[in-house]
């Protein structure tokens, strides 16, 4: 697990770090600016000619040290300062000292030189507003030595992108690298921002958990090695009723496509059994492609009691992939909210039909507790929520909470970066994993089957829809590493779920003879 932070977080703990744990902030500097050299080491960049644009903030102050140290290894570096001098900060003030003792001279006016690197240090998390006119042009002017072939190293964020949104407050710089110091920011992974931030390193400066005494940061992500200990345990002696029972309706009568992918979606995930209410018409297809699921077709509307001894068997329910909105769905729906006991995800035409039907609103909001994840897109969600991509483009994360908060539940808001929020849970979840080629037909019923396989095994409910994202977008990962992001489809993400959530029985071994008492 790793934390992603704000701008007012970062900055409270440098302040706590240097103030009271007592670290200056001069120490601070040179050791950003020497994970930025070290940075480069490891992978393997050794430019021989490099331009620092530094700004006036404790930013263009790294950007000078990281221009001293190269220029101690050789390297020719040009420095470029813009901003009003009234503004400099101690930091900035005393790296320009040290540059001028050192005999550097920095220029005013920017030299259109060749240069293998561009080293951004304009603005950092300290930007406070759109860029204009001057470092407007200068941004311009960093991306298009990009365009000539420098690589454009962005110290901390790239300068224009808000740390706390991903929002380019203006314009901003498209960077090949960012070094960020400490821990990643919210606008390294939310989009436009992810897509301007490049390849993200983040370099320990001294900055430490040990500064969290005014409160944890608020958003936190998931990193492949935490996968071991967040899958849930399985029994050697467990049978198929141990690992879950899923209830899961779904499909209608010209759409069959999303039992398949999330009925197989759930048994990729380890759980023990799956049984689908859908449409007589989708028997023989269901038979055929998915074998290991047990069925109730109903012909023209589900009798109430076959309903009931299903959800009576079910350890979880999953509800909504290619349902759709009509009637008989409808009263499906209220059969399954009605019955409190089982957990219950939610996803698609079923979030379709509580946005509809705000009948079914009530009774999914009756339910409370942590029993509700749902998984809507953003269509879904500006529907749920009754209203519009404008103010969903705004502000997402408050949309988000809002829904979570009215719904009592768990949000998994899909998107090209999907957040997980509880009602009244302060930390989110943001994903990292995924790409582009999971932008196609079916892979949010995939995510729907994750996640009721997970919730079958006993998971909590927030863990449940974080892990399942996460799993889901490692999936996505794995499915485009063979087929590629214009090829793959939601088939290729269920058939990679084994691969990314493979315990390797060695590990299992280890796991069963590591005795816990130490002598
Ligand atoms: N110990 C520490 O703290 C450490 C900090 N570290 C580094 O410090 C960075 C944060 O430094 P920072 O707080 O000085 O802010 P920074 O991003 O340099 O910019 C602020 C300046 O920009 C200006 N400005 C803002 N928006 C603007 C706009 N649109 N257009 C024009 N001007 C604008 C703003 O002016 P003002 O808003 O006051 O008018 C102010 O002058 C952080 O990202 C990391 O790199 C590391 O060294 C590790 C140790
Ligand atoms: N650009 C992207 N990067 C990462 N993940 C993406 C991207 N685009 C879509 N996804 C993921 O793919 C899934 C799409 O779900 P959804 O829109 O419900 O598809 P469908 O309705 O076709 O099943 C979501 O989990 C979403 O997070
Ligand atoms: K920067």
New binding site residues.
């Given amino acids: 697990m790793n934390y992603i932070l704000n701008a007012n977080e970062m900055?409270m703990y440098?302040r706590d770090t240097?103030e009271r744990i007592g670290i200056p902030?001069m120490v601070?500097?040179e050791r950003?600016s020497l994970g930025v050299v070290e940075s480069l080491k490891e992978q393997n960049l050794k430019p021989d000619r490099i331009l620092v644009v530094a700004?006036?903030?404790?930013?263009?102050?790294?950007g000078l040290a990281v221009g001293r140290l190269l220029a101690e290894k050789g390297t020719e570096v040009t420095f470029y300062i813009a901003?009003n001098p009234d503004?400099v900060?101690p930091e900035m003030r005393r790296q320009l000292l040290i540059l001028e003792n050192s005999g550097f001279s920095i220029q005013r006016k920017l030299e259109l030189a060749e240069y293998d690197m561009v080293v951004d240090a304009l603005?950092?998390?300290?930007?406070?507003?759109?860029?204009?006119g001057e470092?407007l042009e200068l941004i311009r002017e960093i991306n298009n030595f990009g365009k000539r072939g420098a690589l454009i190293l962005s110290?901390?964020?790239p300068s224009g992108v808000c740390a706390d949104t991903g929002r380019i407050?203006g314009m901003a710089v498209r960077a090949d690298i960012t070094v960020t110091?400490a821990y990643a920011k919210r606008g390294h992974f939310l989009y436009p921002g992810r897509e301007y931030t490049g390849k993200l390193v983040v370099k320990n400066?001294g900055v430490t958990e040990k500064s969290f005494i005014k409160g944890r940061p608020g958003a936190f992500c998931y990193e492949k090695k935490d996968l071991q200990g967040l899958l849930p345990k399985r029994s050697p002696w467990g049978n198929k009723g141990t690992f879950g029972k899923v209830l899961l309706v779904a499909g209608s009568h010209d759409m069959c496509g999303a039992c398949i992918l999330c009925g197989k979606s759930i048994l990729r995930t380890g759980a023990g059994m799956v049984k689908i209410i859908t449409p007589a018409c989708n028997r023989t297809i269901l038979q055929e492609a998915f074998p290991e699921a047990m069925l109730y077709t109903f012909e023209d509307r589900p009798e109430p009691e076959k309903i009931q001894k299903s959800l009576d068997w079910a350890d979880v329910v999953v509800a909504g992939p290619g349902l759709s909105t009509g009637d008989i769905s409808g009263e499906l729906m209220e059969y399954l909210l009605k019955d409190k006991r089982c957990p219950m995800v939610i996803d698609a035409d079923g979030l379709n039909l509580l946005a509809a039907r705000r009948e079914l609103f009530r009774l999914a909001k009756e339910r409370g507790g942590k029993k509700l994840i749902i998984t809507p897109h953003p269509g879904e969600l500006v529907r749920l929520l009754k209203t519009d991509r404008e103010e969903y483009g705004t502000d997402r994360e408050k949309l988000v909470s809002e829904l979570a908060g009215e719904l009592c539940c768990v949000v998994a808001a899909k998107d090209a970066a999907t957040l997980v929020v509880e009602a009244g849970r302060e930390e989110i979840y943001i994903n990292t994993s995924g790409n582009d080629g999971m932008a196609t037909a079916g892979s949010g019923d995939v995510l729907a089957g994750i996640t009721g396989g997970l919730l079958a095994q006993g998971m909590d409910s927030f863990r449940c829809a974080c892990l399942s994202v996460y799993l889901h977008g490692l999936a996505g990962e794995e499915a485009s590493a063979g087929k590629g992001r214009y090829g793959m489809t939601a088939s290729d993400i269920v058939e990679a779920i084994p691969t990314v959530m493979t315990l390797r029985d060695e590990d299992f071994l280890r796991c069963q003879k590591t005795p816990s008492k130490k002598i």
Avoid: C, H, P, Q
């Fill in positions: 900055k440098d240097s902030s601070l500097m950003a700004g006036m903030g404790n930013n263009g102050g790294d901003g503004k900060t603005f950092g998390i300290g930007l406070s507003r759109n860029v204009e470092y110290l901390d964020i407050l110091f400066i």
